[in-house]
C-alpha cells in the first residue's frame, strides 16, 4: 500500500479536481479522477457520458481504462485511485476488478455511493480483492463544485421555463 | 417491457452463447451477451479482458459501449439485454447507468453475482433505475461452457506443473 503525506494526497486530488473541471466545461456533472502508481500519474479521468453518449464514461472508468492502456496491464497492483466523489456502484465493481489497492476520494456520494454510502462493495470479504478506503481530502472543494454544477443546472432549467411562459 | 415467446428468449440467448464462443476461442473466460430492441440487436459483447488487458472488458460492457454507439445515445430504453452469466456488480450497475429495463441471464454468478446472487443491484427501491430480472433461458448450455472452460484450464496447469516436474 502506497504511503502518502498529507500534501502529496492534496496534490493528487487537486489533479482530480482538474480533472472535473474537464467536466464542467462541457456542462457534464464534474467529476475527475486520477490513478497514481510510484509517485506518477498513470492514468486519468472525467465524466464524459452526455459529450460522447456513453452511459459507463465515468471518471472512474475512463481512468482505469487510460491506466490499463499505459501500463499494458489490466492488473493496475501497487496504484492509488483518487477520486473527487464517492466511486457509483458500477465504478465501485470495476476498481474491484481492475485490482487495485486503494482509493480515496473526496466526497461521499449518499444517493448513489458503493464505497461506503449505499453498498462497501470494496470491503465486502466476499469478494475476491478488497481496497483499503479513505476519504474527506478536499471534501469541500469536491462537493463544493458539483453543487455548484446542479445549482446551475436548477436556475437554467428555471429560466427556460419563465421565457417559455412568457412567450405562450 | 418487451415480451419475448419462449422460442424468441432462445434464440437471442443462442446469440450470447455465439459471443461467449469468441471468448472461448481467445483462451477467455467464455461469457457473450446481445441487446435487443424493437426484435433487432443493437448491441454484442464478449469477454475480453486477457487479450485487450483491460478490466473492465467484461461482456456486457462491451455489448452496452456497442448499443450506445449504434443507437448513438447513452440511454438504452426499450431494451433487453441478454447475457449467458448472471452479470457482475460492475455489470449491473453498468445497466441501471445504461437504463435497461430488462435483463435475461442463462446461469447464477454464485461467487461474484450482482444481480441476485451476492447483490441485487438491479431491482434495488434507493437507486433510481429498477430492471425486471428473468434467468434460467439455456441454464444448461451456458453453465457448461464455463465449467468446461475451467476445466480445461485446471488439466493446463496441472500438465504444466507436470512437465517442470519431469524436467527438473
Same mark, same amino acid.
Given at each position: 500500500?502506497?504511503?502518502?503525506?498529507?500534501?502529496?494526497?492534496?496534490?493528487?486530488?487537486?489533479? %482530480?479536481?482538474? +480533472?472535473? !473541471? #474537464?467536466?464542467?466545461?462541457?456542462? &457534464?456533472i464534474p467529476?475527475?479522477?486520477?490513478?497514481?502508481? *510510484?509517485?506518477?500519474?498513470?492514468?486519468?479521468?472525467?465524466? %464524459?457520458?452526455? +459529450?460522447? !453518449? #456513453?452511459?459507463?464514461?465515468?471518471? &472512474?472508468?475512463?481512468?482505469?481504462?487510460?491506466?490499463?492502456? *499505459?501500463?499494458?496491464?489490466?492488473?493496475?497492483?501497487?496504484?492509488?485511485?483518487?477520486?473527487?466523489?464517492?466511486?457509483?456502484?458500477?465504478?465501485?465493481?470495476?476498481?474491484?476488478?481492475?485490482?487495485?489497492?486503494?482509493?480515496?476520494?473526496?466526497?461521499?456520494?449518499?444517493?448513489?455511493?458503493?464505497?461506503?454510502?449505499?453498498?462497501?462493495?470494496?470491503?465486502?470479504?466476499?469478494?475476491?480483492?478488497?481496497?483499503?478506503?479513505?476519504?474527506?481530502?478536499?471534501?469541500?472543494?469536491?462537493?463544493?463544485i458539483m453543487q455548484d454544477f446542479f445549482r446551475k443546472n436548477r436556475e437554467?432549467?428555471?429560466?427556460?421555463?419563465?421565457?417559455?411562459?412568457?412567450?405562450?
Amino acid at each position: 500500500m502506497a504511503e502518502f503525506t498529507q500534501e502529496e494526497k492534496e496534490y493528487f486530488m487537486r489533479e %482530480a479536481l482538474k +480533472e472535473a !473541471q #474537464k467536466s464542467l466545461a462541457k456542462e &457534464e456533472i464534474p467529476i475527475g479522477c486520477v490513478i497514481v502508481k *510510484n509517485g506518477d500519474i498513470i492514468g486519468r479521468g472525467h465524466n %464524459a457520458r452526455e +459529450e460522447r !453518449q #456513453k452511459a459507463i464514461l465515468h471518471a &472512474e472508468i475512463m481512468a482505469i481504462d487510460d491506466a490499463n492502456e *499505459n501500463e499494458g496491464s489490466w492488473r493496475l497492483l501497487d496504484s492509488t485511485l483518487f477520486v473527487t466523489i464517492e466511486p457509483c456502484v458500477m465504478c465501485s465493481g470495476a476498481i474491484g476488478l481492475a485490482r487495485v489497492p486503494q482509493v480515496i476520494y473526496g466526497a461521499a456520494n449518499q444517493k448513489f455511493g458503493g464505497a461506503g454510502s449505499l453498498y462497501d462493495i470494496l470491503t465486502d470479504v466476499r469478494l475476491n480483492h478488497r481496497v483499503e478506503v479513505e476519504t474527506g481530502i478536499l471534501e469541500t472543494e469536491c462537493a463544493a463544485i458539483m453543487q455548484d454544477f446542479f445549482r446551475k443546472n436548477r436556475e437554467k432549467k428555471k429560466a427556460a421555463k419563465q421565457a417559455a411562459k412568457e412567450q405562450s
